[in-house]
């Protein structure tokens, strides 16, 4: 459970592999206001709760032995979210809200999943709607471990674009992203050796990988196979800013309930990349879900 979608998993696990039966998401923007006023909106609590409930009735008819209810940045940060977890024991569920430093756990054990990304050196970014988590990994150990309150959610809120949006408002996001990662992310970084790579395990590297192949969907082993050099990413978020609402929800490959802060999401990949030196960015599901079916 998001700040920004809830997102189902139902997979078979055998040790450490996890093989994908059903993999969904849905938009509640459950963070609506909550890094404004510090509190979950009542319709978001009911609209998340739903959602959740309609997931685990599909896990059950499934078979699942067992359902996970975890929530992340929105449902940590706000004052009241003994409210959304009132909501999900109403339905016979327990919610587990998780640290930052839990989400960033899980996300590493699910991207160590994948047999690419299962040793050797490793950069990963999880861009969520309220927090992003990032690792750094050499073959022998975890360098960088982080969660940062930065996210889709929180920079519309705080920079919501015009529409369409305007040059100024692009070059203000960028100056914003680069005072944030100058002052947070390179001190972190140090001398730490990184790769020619950046795994990003959020929605906003898979949408921007489908839009470039006007694709609708992939099966989930093509999508984790597609690369998007540093200047294909510039291109496609350039073109993405240039575009009014109306035009960014009729791109293939691209959820039109998505197609609003797709605009921030793609700016803080670009500007991650620019300023670690990142030549590729690699898309991946495995992230917070994968982990906790690990754990």
């Known amino acids: 459970v998001g700040s920004n979608s809830v997102k189902l998993l139902i997979a078979d696990v055998v040790g450490n592999v ?27 609590i009911k609209d998340t709760t739903q959602v959740v409930a ?66 050797g050196p490793l950069a990963l970014i999880d861009v969520g709607g309220g927090s992003t988590e990032l690792l750094v990994a050499d073959a022998q150990s975890l360098r960088v471990e982080q969660s940062f309150q930065l996210g889709t959610v929180r920079l519309s ?33 140090g001398n730490v050796p990184l790769p020619e790579t950046l795994v990003g395990a959020g929605g906003t590297p898979i949408f921007l990988a489908l839009i470039s192949r006007a694709c609708e969907e992939l099966p989930p082993d093509e999508i984790e196979s597609l690369r998007l050099s540093l200047s294909d990413a510039q291109a496609l978020t350039e073109r993405l800013w240039k575009m009014p609402l109306t035009e960014r929800r009729q791109l293939p490959g691209l959820p039109a309930n998505r197609a609003d802060i797709i605009l921030l999401g793609a700016a803080v990949y670009v500007s991650l990349m620019l300023r670690c030196g990142f030549g590729e960015l690699r898309p991946t599901l495995r992230g917070v879900r994968y982990g906790a079916m690990l754990g």
């Open 54 to 119: 309609d997931f685990a009735d599909k896990a059950r008819g499934h078979g699942a032995a067992q359902v996970r209810v975890l929530a992340t940045s929105a449902a940590r940060d706000a004052t009241n979210s003994s409210e959304l977890n009132a909501a999900m024991t109403a339905i016979g569920l327990n919610l587990e809200i998780i640290s930052g430093e839990v989400e960033t756990e899980l996300v590493l054990r699910g991207v160590r999943s994948h047999p690419d990304f299962a040793e």
């Open 157 to 189: 809120e705080k920079n919501p674009p015009s529409d369409p949006p305007t040059d100024v408002e692009r070059a203000q996001l960028t100056q914003i992203l680069d005072e944030f990662f100058d002052d947070q992310v390179t001190p972190l970084l």
């Open 18 to 44: 996890v093989t994908p039966l059903v993999h969904e998401g849905e938009q509640t923007r459950l963070g609506r206001g909550v890094f404004e006023t510090g509190l979950l909106q009542p319709a978001a």
